[in-house]
């Protein structure tokens, strides 16, 4: 088996595992708000993965790299557990899938064109976007469903940035870095947060041990390993299957129900997710000239 298969192997393992951490994330809030668990959660999968992967050792060189990286996740984090506490897995899920048809439109300041697939691919997403979040006008607007938004704009940028800086930097080092520098933003930011606080129950430490064990340090290793070995759209066409194991998930443990508005944009989003990029090319196509 090529390197490349093994990747993309173990990136859709790692979609399922974050597929799957909506509904477990959205219980946790109800004993946990967003800044302390998410500084919970990135400590101690950056400490983890610094002292496996990184041999605790810090690669100077990386230092910036993994400062950018880690404050894009912080914000893509940071808006969409926000925005868990005011809406439910599966839109989170969808709405932070749109990441994925961004993928290519930013690649655009990377010496990129789009394709008619990939113009294709966002205006889909848009018009589910119309769906979800703007059910009744912008009076009715679920704030959580924006603020989820905001995080996939992150998230975004964060995909298209792992591409280009794992050709250049260790992946042992660039993954504890950009979790560690979640872990302490999210500390500080814990006083200027919403209204915070901690109550240690069994629900919030399984929550904490799945997330930042595997969700975390699990995931993000192999994502910034995997990424040396396939391309972005690649990787972002393997995202687009996180909604849907989300769905699945929130369906067996919750019982939540897909209302028809809601269902006909998460459907218009994931077909907007997979014409983007199977349609629109490996990758964005280079700019000749």
């Keep these: 088996m090529s390197q490349r298969s093994k990747a993309e192997i173990l990136l859709v393992v790692t979609t399922f595992i974050w597929g799957s951490t909506f509904v477990i994330v959205k219980g946790a809030l109800l004993d946990a708000s967003p800044f302390p668990f998410l500084a919970i959660r990135f400590i101690v999968a950056g400490l983890l993965m610094w002292l496996v992967m990184g041999r605790g050792r810090l690669d100077r060189q990386a230092l910036v790299p993994s400062l950018v990286l880690g404050m894009l996740l912080f914000a893509g984090y940071a808006f969409q557990t926000w925005g868990l506490t005011s809406t439910t897995p599966s839109k989170s ?47 009715a607007v679920n704030r959580g469903d924006l603020l989820t938004l905001f995080g996939a704009i992150s998230f975004a940028v964060h995909i298209v940035l792992v591409g280009a800086y794992t050709r250049r930097f ?89 209302g028809g508005k809601v269902l006909v944009g998460s459907s218009l989003i994931l077909a907007g997710m997979v014409i983007s990029e199977m349609w629109g090319g490996g990758a964005p196509a280079p700019v000749e000239g």
Excluded: C, K
């Design 170 to 258: 260790s992946f042992q080092h660039l993954a504890p870095g950009q979790i560690l520098v979640v872990g302490v933003v999210a500390t500080l930011a814990i006083p200027i947060g919403p209204a915070w606080g901690v109550h240690w129950t069994g629900r919030l430490i399984f929550a904490l041990a799945v997330t930042a064990i595997f969700a975390t340090g699990f995931a993000f290793g192999i994502q910034v390993w995997a990424q040396q070995y396939t391309p972005p759209a690649h990787t972002a066409l393997i995202f687009a299957l996180e909604p849907v194991f989300a769905a699945l998930t929130s369906r067996l443990a919750t019982g939540e129900h897909l």
């Design 93 to 139: 899920a969808f709405i932070t899938g749109v990441s994925v048809i961004l993928v290519p439109m930013i690649s655009l300041f990377h010496g990129y064109r789009l394709r008619a697939a990939n113009l294709s691919g966002a205006g889909l997403g848009l018009l589910g976007l119309y769906f979800l979040v703007l059910p009744s006008g912008l009076d």
